[in-house]
T-cell receptor
């Protein structure tokens, strides 16, 4: 059973370009989380998605950032018109939620995408 | 947001036990306590979680205080590969979405 797959591993963009980060959860997992991590800092929650549904986007910047998790295919974190401050490691995690979430579930993380904005 | 408090950093000698503390005074009766660790340049990985009783697995042990307001992650024999940032986490039940909120964690340095 493959783990959480994120690609690309490294992404370089110039200011003003778009960045698209992909995350394929573990097989059978229907819930996905995205986190951002600046150097020497902890992980900051961005968004929590279920298939075709955003559960919690309270950590997402209001502009330029969006996330989706379609019925088929990976979850996508999209950053439009990137700026230097968007440079960070972006981690995706999935969990095997069945029905209503509980506090007993584990998260499985990908290796992250390192975004560098020139 | 769910709140946990951990020391910023700790040091240990190789092959000695390490006790990593965490305070979670606002924990509710149904909240599990989770521990993850992040090795350099990697995504976090699950270590252990528990509710009330002490828990053991191949990686570590989790000792939970009787009032559940604190817990301690125990690495029985630290190795150089255990050098990482260790996060103690409660899921954010109050928000209704159960999202995982990571704090700044404890950076563990293991000395050879």
């Amino acid at each position: 059973n493959a783990g959480v797959m994120q690609n690309p591993r490294h992404l370089v963009r110039r200011r003003g370009q778009e960045a698209r980060l992909r995350c394929s959860p573990m097989k059978g997992h229907s819930h996905v989380y995205w986190y951002r991590q600046l150097p020497e800092e902890g992980l900051k929650f961005m968004v929590y998605l279920q298939k075709e549904n955003i559960i919690d986007e309270s950590g997402m910047p209001k502009e330029r950032f969006s996330a989706e998790f379609p019925k088929e295919g990976p979850s996508i974190l999209r950053i439009q018109q990137v700026v230097r401050g968007d440079s960070a490691a972006y981690f995706c995690a999935s969990s095997p939620v069945e029905g209503r979430p509980s506090t007993n579930e584990k998260l499985f993380f990908g290796s992250g995408t390192q975004l560098s904005v020139l | 947001d769910a709140k946990t408090t951990q020391p910023n950093s700790m040091e240990s000698n190789e092959e000695e036990p390490v006790h990593l503390p965490c305070n979670h005074s606002t924990i509710s009766g149904t909240d599990y306590i989770h521990w993850y660790r992040q090795l350099p340049s990697q995504g976090p990985e699950y270590v252990i979680h528990g509710l009330t009783s002490n828990v053991n697995n191949r990686m570590a042990s989790l000792a939970i205080a009787e009032d559940r307001k604190s817990s301690t992650l125990i690495l029985h024999r630290a190795t150089l590969r255990d050098a990482a940032v260790y996060y103690c986490i409660l899921r954010d039940v109050a928000s209704g979405t159960y999202k995982y909120i990571f704090g700044t964690g404890t950076r563990l340095k293991v000395l050879a």
